[in-house]
């Protein structure tokens, strides 16, 4: 039953029905909250939850005033009754609850409640806010919180996961990772780009460009679809596809940095060097990452294979500045210099920012132990490997069996045996391949072999 009271309009005299209801005390609440009179906007909180106890946000609502006046307990109390009486999908109470165990310094509890609210919550409603939480977590319990999936970014950590798999070279374990991801979140357009880059990097061309495809079906301007497809049409010979695309991805302007950078990158693996050195200079002005060697190489790779020797010479001394400690700017340096005493040109010079790989096998014949470490955790060294191995001339794959077998590097040594099981054109490169997996094949497991790496496209 709806109570009445009458009041008396100051203005004519008039007397005026009020209807008691929850929304009056709501009202009356919020009036209360705006002159900071906590304890009377708490008092009509309690009013309207008892006009409608079955109306979650009335709950919320007293909720969040316990937690301003700093009683915690009291705040969760309600949250937990919301959860377990009044209506279970309130997911955002987990993430108050949360908020209220962390001032409480009750920081476990905090994290079970941060997790349950991003691993249920479809919406994402306090995405950001509970990013900042995480970093407090992840603080105050000297670990990262235990989180396994981010439901409103629905397959985000998995895909996290599987491009740093990607960047590892763990190509099968990738495929799989982003098969469920795809078959789950069709929609879900990086992770099938990057199915698509998993594919190709195992030479499965046709797999990688029905990926592809199923992108560009939901979304024909992406991007980083049509880069990846540019890659593929240029390994697969179809000049008359690839030259529309190209002309097409070379009057292309992009807005955001991540698709600028996907872009100078294509342009310069497709040989457009000139495109690429005006993408890279762009990046170069943005001030977030404008002071990255890796940056400053890119540009400089670029502004050497269209032959301005003056910009790449000012980009190389750059990145020297900003990372000291690297070989490649002064290998770089030196090359140029060298070539203009010669008057000799300079080879295409690759964006990876890292010395070419015979410099590189110089390294280790000087020095096996550092260099074999750093084949272990350098991704983008394990990458000239395969590389090596896939495309090099016979020479250069004798030197690259030579450095495996002193190495025992298991995926490396998996990788050389899959190419000795195709057609072979060098039977002595063979037969010398074999002998030097003799002890390196003792380690093999039941693991599906890594497969070969061609020069590395940046993620979808």
Known sequence: MIDKISETDGGTGKIIPVTLNANFFFERAVRSLDRFQYEKAL??????VEYEPENPVNHCNMAGILSEMGDYEASNAVLAHVLDNVDPSMTECHFYMANNFAN????????????????????????????????LLHYELDRPVSLSRIRSRE????????????????????????????????????????????HFYMGRFAKAKECIARVLEQEPGNLHALCNLAIFLQYEGDRSALDELVHMLEVTVPFHREHVFKLATTMGILGRHRVAYSHFRRLLKDQEIGGDAGLYHYCAAAACNSGLRLEAERCWRQAAKLDPES?????????????????????????????PFQEQLKLWKANKGSFAEQVRVNPLLRSSFFWALRYGDASLKRQVTEALAWIGDEALAAALKELLGEPVQDRKQEEAGLLRLQKLIGMETEKEPRSEEKERLPRG
């Open 327 to 355: 070989t490649v700017p002064r290998f770089f340096l030196n090359q140029l210099r060298q070539s203009a005493e010669e008057g000799s040109e300079l080879p295409t010079v690759s964006y990876n920012y890292q010395l």
């Open 104 to 135: 409480m310094e009750r920081f476990e509890e905090a994290e079970r409640s941060l997790v349950t609210y991003l691993e249920e919550d479809a919406n994402g409603e306090f995405l950001a806010e509970s990013e900042e939480l995480l970093e």
């Open 43 to 48: 008092k009509n909180f309690r009013k309207a």
């Open 155 to 198: 397959g985000a950590v998995e895909h996290d996961r599987a491009r740093s798999l990607l960047e590892e070279g763990k190509f099968p374990e990738a495929v799989r990772l982003l098969e469920e991801i795809t078959e789950g979140t069709p929609d879900f357009l990086a992770a099938h780009n990057n199915l698509a880059l998993a």
